[in-house]
């Protein structure tokens, strides 16, 4: 999560503010990998590579994967928050002769990241729970260790029961410091 919002990031502004050609390339980025279900891109990664001798392990496999999904999305977010900012607001700044960098810093950041914080947060849950799909290129996660239990104990309904609520307590803790931060850039303090 943290390096696909790195990525996204940095998508997102050359979306927004980059010169055309690499614009472009970081459009097909999105599209292409905002249109590939996420299981196809962790197969790729773990197996695609290996046609261009590429070998990487199945945790480093499913990092990438998840990074670069979460990386497109995020990159799609910053640029919907960026261009949500009505345009008089940076007409303003620049009246104020304000430079790029300080119209960015006070005046677009701001209330960007206000607009992109309820989808960044919902993109990050979609990520974790993305996570059981790696269990399919043999990364252990929540997922696969309580499979690997159920084999041996036979308690079916209540280890898949406990693994839902640990991903239920970590959804909703990640759900919870979204709002806590919405509530801290909020306009009007609740």
């Not at 050609?21 to 249109?35: N, Q």
């Not at 008089?88 to 790029?100: I, S």
């Amino acid at each position: 999560i943290i390096i696909g919002t790195f990525i996204g990031l940095i998508g997102g502004l050359c979306l927004q503010y980059a010169i055309a050609p690499l614009r472009w390339l970081v459009r097909a980025y999105v599209d292409i990998l905002r249109g590939i279900p996420v299981l196809v891109l962790i197969l790729f990664t773990f197996y695609g590579l290996s046609l261009f001798n590429i070998s990487i392990p199945a945790f480093g496999a499913g990092v990438v994967a998840l990074a670069a999904f979460c990386g497109a999305h995020m990159s799609e977010v910053v640029r919907g928050a960026i261009s949500s900012i009505p345009h008089a607001q940076t007409e303003a700044a620049k009246a104020l002769g304000l430079g790029f960098w300080k119209r960015f810093r006070f005046v677009i950041l701001p209330q960007a990241t206000r607009r992109m914080l309820p989808p960044a947060i919902n993109t990050a849950v979609e990520i974790v729970k993305s996570t059981t799909l790696l269990s399919v290129i043999g990364v252990v996660e929540l997922l696969l260790a309580t499979q690997q239990t159920i084999a041996r104990n036979y308690l079916v309904i209540q280890f898949y029961l406990a693994a839902c609520v640990l991903y239920l307590i970590i959804n909703f803790t990640i759900s919870q410091l979204g709002a806590l931060v919405e509530r801290r850039f909020a306009y009007i303090k609740y």
